[in-house]
């Protein structure tokens, strides 16, 4: 107990740093698994969806690729500062 409070007593004064890299680890989270649902809807709606024309299909797909490469730069850009952040906060 004695070491929680010690620790506890050195973290105060980043408090906001400690706050800011939390909420960053959620939003990496929240990316990471929002990658495969997108993965899930481009395989259905472009490829195994035979009934729409295929010109609507690919104007879809380029829709999905745009999304997918924005979540993926995203969460890598984000998981870069928040490594960068815990090192500096540690």
Known sequence: MNKAK??????IPYWPWLLLALIL?????????FIPV???RIIDECFRD???PADQR???LMTYIKY????AAAGHG?????????????
């Open 6 to 11: 010690r620790f506890l007593s050195y973290s």
């Open 25 to 33: 680890i959620l939003f990496i989270s929240v990316v990471i698994n």
């Open 38 to 40: 997108l993965s899930q």
């Open 50 to 52: 035979t009934s729409t």
């Open 58 to 60: 690919i104007a879809l």
């Open 68 to 71: 997918y490469l924005i979540l």
């Open 78 to 90: 984000v998981r870069y500062l928040q490594s960068i952040l815990t090192a500096w906060i540690g």
